[in-house]
């Protein structure tokens, strides 16, 4: 979901002069003092960097291969969940962090039951399937119906008349995420109005190992609302040609997917508080949740166990910073957002002094830099910043921000904030399937990204100076700069 962000002024300092070209920081003219200020944290940052390589080791890996040995994946709603929440909140407090609570949030309880999709005709074949998030189900006898297989919305509109009563089947071209997602959000929508009885749509992945792909899909108003579910790229390239050939194709689909009655979950809260300006704060971030299949390591354990050890490892090394650094690991996030959202209402009248916000939900696949929101200023701050993590070698900052869906509406607040950013491409291959398992996450990636999360954090809440942000209506303040 991308929020627009809307500048009522723009704050212009004599701190930093820069531009973004080509989604990079080209220039920045930094005062001495600034660039002074935060050269004087290399020491800082050597120290984090140190411990997370040396006494803290692999901590993070460890910590997240226990929590998903114990709990595995966590969908929203489920029991299960609960359980892993009340893990992380008692393992908070042994570890010494400080206000630690969960805060309610009523969430959605889709449940997706038994399911199966066949192939009965030109021949017979399972069809590996995984039904979509608040789908509805097929009757108990199941569906079975001739199919219609397109590439395209406007393939289908061209063949609109002869949808009615048949099975829609996508084979669209991933371009990327934010573009091809649209088929699995929008596709039983768009064909349910021509008449249609159920969609079948191929996983929205670069990559495939005969692996189906989840997600949440949302009903447009005022339509039936019918069955839908992602197969793997390769049954939707096969039925796709089986279609080319003018060969009829038949399919049955049973799904018992059904929603219950809203369940209240929990965001997870865990600070350090600041030692001068304690009502100022920078958020760590991931979310806790996961789909109901795999067992939701990179999606998103991995960003809630780097939120979560960084504050403990800064903790340990008894590192406290002049404002608070928060970690919130968001519940509900894959129903659409839902814990962040009502965390941001909640505490609306504290987005002022939100300094920075930062959220990892795309793996810690080789970890490159940032990607950010806010004005240029806040750009060449990060890249001063990771100048710092040489021995990383995390240097790249970026705008927009891409990968921060739970600050999104921080961001869109004018809030700045960064999301983590590498190897999108990998995380894709692996993103809301079965194989989203430990086997793909690497210690020392996470080690990385880690020293980067915690590092960044203390800097930016122990300036002395807030990040420049965008003005809101709220009244600007000179010490806001």
């Known amino acids: 979901m991308v929020h627009k962000i809307i500048i009522a002024f723009v704050i212009l300092t ?33 120290k984090i960097i140190n411990s997370v390589n040396n006494q803290f080791k692999h901590s993070t890996y460890n910590h997240l291969d226990d929590f998903i040995n114990a709990y595995g994946n966590r969908i929203a709603g489920s029991k299960n969940l609960e359980n892993a929440i009340d893990y992380i909140l008692k393992k908070s407090d042994l570890y010494n962090l400080e206000n630690v609570h969960g805060e309610e949030v009523q969430v959605p309880h889709w ?29 108990p006898e199941g569906i079975r119906a001739k199919a219609v297989v ?4 406007d393939e289908l509109h061209k063949l609109s008349k ?3 009563g048949k099975i829609v089947v996508y084979n669209e071209k991933y371009r990327n995420y934010g573009d091809t997602v649209v088929y699995r959000r929008d596709g039983a929508s768009i064909a ?34 019918i069955p839908t579910a992602c197969i793997t790229k390769e049954d939707a390239n096969l039925l796709h040609g089986m279609y080319k050939r003018r060969k009829p194709i038949y399919i049955e689909i049973k799904m018992e997917a059904r929603t219950l009655t809203s369940a209240t979950s929990r965001n997870i809260v865990a600070e350090i508080v600041g030692n001068k300006l304690p009502d100022k704060v920078v958020v760590i971030s991931g979310h806790i949740d996961s789909w109901d299949v795999g067992e939701g390591a990179i999606d998103d354990g991995v960003g809630a166990f780097v939120s979560w050890n960084a504050l403990a ?35 609306q009248n504290e987005t002022r002094n939100l300094d920075f916000v930062m959220e990892s939900d795309t793996g810690t696949f080789s970890p490159l830099g940032f990607t950010y929101s806010g004005l240029p200023e806040v750009g060449c701050i990060l890249q001063e910043i990771l100048n710092l993590f040489t021995e990383l070698n995390i240097t790249n900052v970026q705008s927009p921000i891409d990968g921060g869906p739970d600050i999104s509406k921080w961001v869109s607040d004018g809030v700045p904030g960064a999301a983590l950013f590498g ?21 020392d990636e ?5 020293a980067l999360w915690a590092a960044t954090s203390f800097i930016i809440a122990n300036l002395s100076f807030d990040m420049p942000k965008h003005l809101t209506p709220y009244q600007f303040k000179e010490n806001d700069v």
């Open 150 to 153: 397109v590439s395209s919305f």
């Open 423 to 443: 190897n999108l491409e990998r995380y894709f291959w692996y993103h809301h399937s079965a194989a989203d398992t430990m086997v793909a996450v690497q210690p």
């Open 446 to 450: 996470l080690d990385q990204a880690t």
């Open 111 to 139: 449940v997706r039951g038994e399911e199966s999709a066949t192939l009965l005709y030109p021949r017979y074949k399972d069809l590996p399937m995984l039904g979509l998030g608040s789908s509805v189900g097929t009757p």
């Open 162 to 164: 002869t949808v009615k």
């Open 313 to 347: 490892i800064l903790k340990a090394l008894g590192l406290t910073a002049r404002r608070t650094i928060r970690t919130i690991l968001w519940t509900a996030e894959e129903e659409g957002y839902i814990g962040a959202f009502a965390y941001a209402k909640a505490h």
């Open 14 to 46: 004599p701190l930093v002069l820069s531009s973004v070209i080509n989604n990079n920081v080209e220039k920045c003219n930094l005062s001495y003092s600034i660039k002074k200020e935060i050269e004087s944290y290399k020491g800082f940052a050597t």
């Open 192 to 225: 349910s109005q021509y008449g249609a009885v159920a969609t079948l749509i191929g996983s929205i992945t670069p990559f495939s190992l005969a692996t189906a792909h989840t997600g949440w899909q949302q009903y447009a108003e005022n339509i039936t609302k």
